[in-house]
Each structure stands twice: as structure tokens, then as C-alpha cells.
């Protein structure tokens, strides 16, 4: 047993000068953490701000103005005022502006008789996403400029109802808060599967792995040694993400540090087990990489929940989706930025990041041999 500690010891060392040696793990664990966020936290957006817009007015006067005023006083618009729909059908198809705005000739006429008027609306939608979104600020803008205006005559506005929406969890309606906590998933998921993958592979390729199978040192003390220095390396990023995306970004944070620790070791002992199973079948470090990135980067990024909405993914990918150990800690992390301790969400969550653990480290343990072949 002494015995066994002491070897253990010497491989954590031996593993922890390497790391120190090697600045691309650190880079990996730190420093493309702290790239990622910024891209992600100032670059990424799927909230549409200063989209610009073609104003047809065909019969301009005070009410068609203080209607376009109201369009250039919220930060979703940039107005420029055209005189002719062909004029702004040119600039629509130049992409100059990404919608138009059309109010008639007998605009202000129907509007002071009826107390309302359409108004033509013509929205790019190569970006179905942003083209909803823009007719959403539109609808909105319109009905608060009427109402507005009725309040200002000192009569009703007219509406049977008045909705007074209100946001849960995220009451700015902004997608860096839904983003960022997401990230993390990401950061732990190339700190744990693509480092401990790479970094397998490069000892195969420079034969030091061979000479580490000729010692006393059995193959669970050499996967310890292996996994210990990355989980301690994976958590520290967790940290430090978890630090920038609440102090630089000002994402609230209305969870348990400690609920949200150990959610991120089960995912983290995950991730590591997935590089351990690619570094048992991936001796180069190419073919390592390339692996780890179609089979754990990518799934992360795309079948998680961190960008896009699995509810709304056909009913096969979303049955592919539940393979994806991400696809839980993202709930997971939402949860505990966003909403707090939910443990109806917590728990199911974190039961399945315990079971897929053990999964792969299990096959990461079974799939190591002690042996070159």
C-alpha cells in the first residue's frame, strides 16, 4: 500500500512538471477560457440592437414624424427616411437595411378618422431568427407609440386588454446571461477530452508512455496520475470562468457554489473519461484531436442547449441529444446562474452526469492495457 502511494506520488509529480513545462495545457485551461468568454460575452449576440431600417413617408407631417422619432428612440433601429418605396426597395436590395418601414399617403387620414392605420412592413428573412425578432420590436414599438398618443389625447387606446408581461430568470431578456454560463460546458469539455487526449497521444508519439509501462506502476495508478493534475486543471478554468462571466459580464449567479462545484467534478470526471477512451484507440495527436472535437466539442456545442433549443430540434436529434453529457450540466449551470437551487432540474441532471461518468471511465479503465499492442 506504501508502496502504491508513493508511486502514485512520483506520477502525480512527474504529470504536474509537465504540465508546468507544457504551456499549450495551460493555455487550454486558462487562457482560452478567458478568449472564449470575451468572444462569446461581447462578440456573440442573438439579440438584434441598431438594425437599420428604410422609412417610407409619403405625406410627411407631425404625426408621421413623431411615429419615427419613437422608432429612433429605442436601441433595436437606425432610421433613414426614404420618399419612395423604390427608393428603399433599392436600398433593401443592396442590403443597406435589413427592413422597411411604410406608412401611406393616407396614413395620418385613416389614423385621426379610425383612431388606427396599417402600416406596410417588409422584413429580410435570409436570418429567419433575427426576421421574427425585428417584427417583434416592430409590433411592440407600434403599440406602445399608440398607446402613448392615446394617453397624450387624455382617451383610452382602445385595446379590450393591456398585457403587462413579466420575464422569470432573466428579466433583461438578454442572451449574454444565457450564453455565458453555458460556456463553461465548453471551456470543462476542451479542458477535460481534447487536453487529456492531446496530451496521451503526444507521450505515446514521443515514446515516454512506453517507458512508463516497463515500471512497477500498475495501469489504474498511471489513469490516476493521468486524471488527477486535469481535474484539478478543469476546475480551476471552471473557477476562473465562473469569476470573469460574474464580474465582467455581470452575469447573475443565484445558485450554491457548492451545488454548482460538484455538478461541474461529475461532468469534469466525464470529460476526462471521454479523453482517456480516445487516447486508448487515438495514438497521434492529430488523429486525437480530430477525434475529440467530432465527438465531444462539437456535440457539446450544438446538441447542449447551449445555443440552440433542444425542444425545438427534430424528435431524432433530440433523442441524440441525450448521449450528450453537456446537454446536462447546461441545464444544470442555467439553472444555478439563472434561477437558483431548482432541484427538480439539480438532481435528474446530476444523476445523469454520475451515471455517464461511470460509464466512461469504466470503458476508459476496461479499454487500457498495459502493453504496446
Known sequence: MRESVERLAGLLRKEALQIVRDPSALAIAFLLPAILLVIFGYGVTLDPHHVPLAVVIEQPDAITRSFVSGLGGTPYFTTETFNTIQAADRAFDAREVSGIIWLRANFTRQLTSRGDAPIGVIVNGVDANTARLIEGYLQQTWATWLAARSRAQGRSAGLPIEVQPRVRFNPAVSS?????????????TLTGALLTALVIAREWERGTLEALMVTRATIREILLAKLLPYFVLGMGGMLATLVLAVTLFGVPFRGSLLVLTAASALFLLAALGMGLLISSVARNQFVAGQIAVIVTFLPAFILSGFVFDIGSMPWAIRLITHIVAARYFVAILQSEFLAGD???????????????????LGAARLGARKRLD
Open 176 to 188: 449574454r446571461d444565457y450564453l455565458v454560463p453555458g460556456l463553461i460546458a465548453i471551456v470543462m
Open 342 to 360: 431548482v432541484w427538480s432540474v439539480i438532481l435528474p441532471n446530476a444523476f445523469a452526469l454520475l451515471i455517464m461518468a461511470l460509464i466512461f
